[in-house]
RNA sequence: CGGGGUGUAGCGCAGUCUGGUAGCGCACCUGCCUUGGGCGCAGGGGGUCGUCAGUUCGAAUCUGGCCACCCCGACCA
C-alpha cells in the first residue's frame, strides 16, 4: 500500500480523552475512531490489526476442534426467558423492540442461543463431543466505558461453547480451550497468565481467566514468578491425547495465580516463596467457564445415551476479548517513540521509506522494491509522500511496523538501503537487490 | 449509579471572571528549498464557539434547561 493513497489519520498531540497508552496510540496512528461512548469505527490500520488477531484465534480454535459458526446479534428476548437471564442481566443488556414491538435485545452473550441450536441439531450421545464457536460483535451496557477498546461497550468476542455427555467428558473439552488459549496469545507474543477466577453472571463452577501483565491492568494480580520461567510455546500436542492436554493445564494451574477477587493471602505465602511472589496488574484477555447443566437444564438440551435415558449435556463457555487484544498488545508492547507490533498481527510487515521522493533515482529504486514485494504478497506500507525525513521516521515509529526499509539517495551512491528493526532498533545496511530476498526469500 | 470535570478549526489549547460577533501551536493548501531522525523559508484556507431558550442595543462570554464526552469509585471479554 502507498501511502499517499492509504487512509491512515496520524494525530502528533494525544487526543485529551484518552489516559492509557494503548488508547492514545491507537487514536493516534489512526487506527479507530470513537463513535460513542465505548464504541469506536476500525480506520484501515486497526481493521488490518483486528482482522490478523482475529485470523490466529479462529486458527486456533479450528486446531483444538472447534468448529465455527456465525450467529446474529439481535436475539429475541424469549430464550433469556427460559434461562432466567432476561431478568438476571440487568442494565448491562441492551433491551430492544422490533416494530411489532416483540422484545429483542442486542446480545451480550450467546450461551442461550448455541444451546438452543444445539438442542434442535443433537439428539444422541454420538452427537457428542462438540464445540461451537463463533465471532462477533457484543453489546453490554457498561456503567462506565473507558480505555478506548480495552472496554467499549461494542466489542469483537470469540465465543465457543463445548457439549459432552458427561462432567469427565467436558473436563476434555475445558482443556482442550485452556491448552488452545495458551497457544493463542502466545502466538500473539503474550503471555497471558491463566489465573482461576470468579465465574460472574456466566455462571458455573470451574473458571479461569488468561491475564496479561501491564500496568494498566483493570484487575490486581498476584502469581508466581516461575511463570516467567515457563515454556509458553511448548503445546505441539495432540489434542485428542486427554492425559497431555491434562497435564498442560496441571501445570498451568500448579502455580500460585490469582486476582484480587480470589486472591487468597494465606494460601500464597504457603505455596510461594516470598522470593517468588509477585504482584501486578493485568488485563484480562480471556476467560473459560464450565458450567454443566446450568443452561441445558432450562432450555431442554437433551441427548439419549447408550442406555436409552436422556440427559441433559454439559457445558462451558470460552471466551476471547479479540479488539480488547488490540489494545492489549499494545499495553505490552510499545515504547515511547509508539507502538512495537509483534509480527503475526503487524498491519504490514514493512514500512518503506522514501527519503527523496520527486527524486528520480529514488523513486524508481523505491518502486522496484515495493512493486517486487508486494508480488511476493508481503505486507509493504510505502512511505511514498513527498515529505522531510524526520516525519516520515516518526510516523513509522508510530506506527509500529515490525521492519522499516530506508532508501534515500546517500544510500543509493553505494547501492544500498538500511534494514531497521523496530523492536531492538538494530539497523544494518543491505545491498539494493538483496532487499526482496531479504522479506521474502 | 454516586462524586468531580469538560464542550471554541482535523488534533492540542487560549479567550469566558471584567459582554462589543474569535486567536495560538500542530495538521492542511500553494510556491520555493541544498529533504538522512517530528523545529527550512514565504504565503494562504478553514470555526452556526455542544444545543435550546432567556437577559441585553449587542452573548463564546451572563442566566436556566437539555445533550454529549471525560475522570474517580462499585461491575465485566
Known sequence: MRLSQYFMPILRDDPKEAEIVSHKLMLRSGMIRQEAAGSYSWLPMGFRVLKKI??????????????EVLMPTIQPADLWRKSGRYEAYGKEMLRIKDRHDRDMLYGPTNEEMITDIFRQGAQSYKDLP??????????????????????????????????????????????????????????????????????????????????????TGESQVFFDRDFYDMDWNA????????????????????????????????????????ARRLTGRGIEVGHIFFFGSKYSEPLGCEVQGPDGKKVPVQSGSYGIGVSRLAGGIIEASHDAAGIIWPEPVAPFKIGLLNLKAGDAETDQACNKIYKTLEAKGVEVLYDDRDERPGGKFAVMDLIGLPWQVIVGPRGLKEGIAEVKNRKSGERSNVGLDRIVERFAG
Open 54 to 67: 482475529e485470523q490466529i484465534v479462529r486458527e486456533e480454535q479450528n486446531r483444538a476442534g472447534a468448529i
Open 130 to 215: 462438540r464445540n461451537l464457536y463463533h465471532i462477533q460483535w457484543k453489546f453490554r451496557d457498561e456503567v462506565r466505558p473507558r480505555f478506548g477498546v480495552m472496554r467499549g461497550r461494542e466489542f469483537l468476542m470469540k465465543d465457543a461453547y463445548s457439549f459432552d455427555v458427561s462432567r469427565e467428558a467436558g473436563q476434555h473439552s475445558y482443556n482442550k480451550m485452556f491448552v488452545s488459549y495458551l497457544r493463542t496469545f502466545a502466538r500473539m507474543g503474550l503471555k497471558a497468565v491463566p489465573m482461576r477466577a470468579e465465574t460472574g453472571p456466566i455462571g458455573g463452577k470451574d473458571s479461569h481467566e488468561f491475564l496479561i501483565l501491564a500496568e
Open 235 to 274: 503445546f505441539d500436542i495432540d489434542y485428542d491425547d486427554v492425559g497431555a492436554v491434562a497435564k498442560v493445564v496441571d501445570d498451568f494451574t500448579a502455580k500460585y495465580a490469582a486476582t484480587d477477587d480470589k486472591h487468597d493471602p494465606a494460601e500464597f505465602e504457603r505455596l510461594v516463596p516470598e
